[in-house]
Every structure is written in C-alpha cells, then in structure tokens.
C-alpha cells in the first residue's frame, strides 16, 4: 500500500517532511511503515525573515535561564507560520501566548505557588517582549504602546516573586530621571555592595 503522493507531514515548527513511502502489511500485525528520509533543515532558522527569526531565537534562547518553555514557544511558532509568517502573524501569536502565561501567572497566585507564578510572569514577559518587538513592522504600529504596557505588567509581577525582589528605582538623569531595576543576590540584605548597571541596546524597548 502506497501512501497518496501529494501527502506531507507538518510538525510544529512547519517543517514539511515526505509522507511514509510504503506500508508494508504482515497478517496478524499492523502495517510496518518504511520512511523516507526526512527533510534537512537548519535548526536554529524558525522563520526567513531575518528579524523574526533573530527574534525568534532571543526568546527560545531564554528557556535555559526559565523566561521560556520551548513547547510553549512552538506553539507560538507554528501559530505565526498558520497565519501567513508576517510580522502581525508573529505580534498575535506571540501577544496570544504571553497574555496565557501571565494568565497562569495570576491563577498560580490564587493557589499561593510563587515560584510558578515567578516563572509564567518571566515568560509571559519574555513573550510579550517579542510582540513588543515586532508591533511597529505591523499594520497597526500604534498598538506598541499597548504591547509595552502588557510586558511590563507581566515584568513587574515577576520581579515582585523574585528572591529577593527586585527593586523598581528612579535614575538621575539630567533634568529627569530613567526608570531602572536593582536586582540584589541572595542573603545580601541592605549592605553596600559592587553594582554592575546593565543598559538594554538602542533597538530595544525600555523596561521601566
């Protein structure tokens, strides 16, 4: 039994693999399939368009350090490949999933698990923050303010469960000031100690 040739397999990341070849079938057993062989593709490009895939690779690189499930972020993925690969494809999947992990975030709190909330914050950050990223490549660039708001939201809840929480501060600057985070190590309490002060690059948006 030869399988229909016009058939592909799709996986999560819409990748297109060849259909099972042959279907070879013994009495008394199910078909044993003979596969071709699959498709050779690059692991780490999700989208051609260079800037989705840059960004795209930004948030699946933040699982090692929990701003990130990879399942989560495949879905988000396959979700902007079903929806055309444009940048408002990608700002709806990505908005979609990280609005849900600030949803598990907040359902997490009503349970009193705070290291699960922590984590659904950071990645609903993490996700919103791609969104964020792509919302003025979209036909409705002014939802950048909105998206903005979104991952801040879900920032500052997760800063709030961190141990110890990290600390929204004002910055000098000028006649104004800029909006920071002092992030303190574990059992450092109040002491004076070495600060390293990170700034984020001119292309990205500002947490504050």
């Known amino acids: 039994m030869t399988a229909p040739a016009d058939v592909r397999v799709v996986t999560a990341l819409g990748t297109t693999l060849p259909a099972p070849r042959t ?37 699946v690189g933040a699982a090692g350090y929990g701003a990130a499930e990879y399942g989560e972020f495949a879905s988000a993925v396959a979700a902007a490949h079903a929806g055309g690969d444009s940048y408002a494809a990608f700002y709806r999947a990505f908005r979609d999933l990280g609005l849900l992990a600030s949803r598990l975030g907040y359902e997490a709190l009503d349970r009193g698990n705070r290291a699960a909330a922590r984590g659904a914050f950071l990645r609903g950050a993490s996700y919103l923050a791609s969104s964020l990223y792509v919302a003025i490549g979209t036909p409705r660039p002014r ?20 141990e110890p929480a990290a600390e929204p501060v004002q910055i000098r600057y000028g006649r104004t000031t800029l909006p920071g985070w002092l992030l303190r190590p574990a059992g450092a309490a109040h002491r004076r100690r070495p600060t390293i002060i990170f700034s984020n690059g001119t292309d990205a948006q500002l947490i504050g």
């Open 23 to 59: 279907m070879t079938k013994v009495a008394g057993r199910a078909p044993a399939v003979i596969r071709g062989p699959a498709v050779v593709r690059d692991p780490a490009v999700f989208f051609t368009d260079p800037n989705l895939n840059a960004q795209a690779l930004f948030t």
């Open 143 to 162: 939802r950048q303010a909105a998206a903005y708001r979104a991952m801040n939201d879900a920032w500052a809840q997760a800063a709030g469960l961190l």
